[in-house]
């Protein structure tokens, strides 16, 4: 059983281009959840979502990103127009339907904005 | 309320000792307790987790103890060896929403 995917593993981009990060959550799963993590820092909490649905966006700053999770295919993070700051690990996590709180991450996406 | 503090930030552990992680949070709606355990490059995995109605749960060397009353919770390794150097996150699940986590701990087994 597969675990969670995430692609591409390292993402460069300059300033002011669009990063596109992208998850597979583990086969069964319909929730998914994304979060960032800086050096030194724990993960902080993006936003969540179901097909189809976004959950709870609360994470998630007001400009700039965006998240998506299709009926089919992998769920999606967009920040478009980066800036050095968002230099980050982004991790994808997806629970079970019965076991929300039960999260697998996936190995992360690494994004380096020059 | 809605914040998970973890202690130390970094503990350093000779190998064959008992290393200790702390936690404590505020929220009382919080009714999950994991705790993961994250090697250089990789993604977070789930390594043991407990509920609110049970004090201790035990797999292998690893050990969640948990204080309801104390809102605290903390992670015990057992025979700690040089392949348990890792950093290591406590996190709370408020129902029906994400993980909060704590800002984690570099655990250095020492041999």
């Known amino acids: 059983n597969a675990g969670v995917m995430q692609n591409p593993r390292h993402l460069v981009r300059r300033r002011g281009q669009e990063a596109r990060l992208r998850c597979s959550p583990m086969?069964?799963?319909?929730?998914v959840y994304w979060y960032r993590q800086l050096p030194e820092e724990g993960l902080k909490f993006m936003v969540y979502?179901?097909?189809?649905?976004?959950?709870?966006e609360s994470g998630m700053p007001k400009e700039r990103f965006s998240a998506e999770f299709p009926k089919e295919g992998p769920s999606i993070l967009r920040i478009q127009q980066v800036v050095r700051g968002d230099s980050a690990a982004y991790f994808c996590a997806s629970s079970p339907p019965l076991t929300l709180y039960e999260q697998y991450f996936g190995p992360g996406t690494r994004l380096t904005v020059t | 309320q809605q914040q998970v503090k973890q202690s130390p930030q970094s503990l350093i552990v000779q190998k064959g000792g008992i290393s200790i992680i702390n936690c404590a949070y505020e929220?009382?709606?919080?009714?999950?307790f994991p705790w993961y355990q994250q090697f250089p490059g990789k993604g977070p995995a789930l390594l043991i987790a407990?509920?609110?109605?049970?004090s201790e749960k035990k797999e292998g060397r690893f050990t969640i103890s948990f204080n309801k009353s104390a809102k605290q919770f903390s992670l015990h390794i057992m025979d700690s060896q040089p392949g348990d150097s890792a950093t290591y996150f406590c996190a709370a699940n408020p129902p029906g929403t994400a993980l909060i986590f704590g800002k984690g701990t570099t655990l250095s087994v020492s041999s």
């Open positions: 086969k069964g799963h319909s929730h």
């Open positions: 929220n009382t709606a919080f009714d999950y």
């Open positions: 979502l179901q097909k189809e649905n976004i959950i709870d």
């Open positions: 407990i509920r609110p109605d049970v």
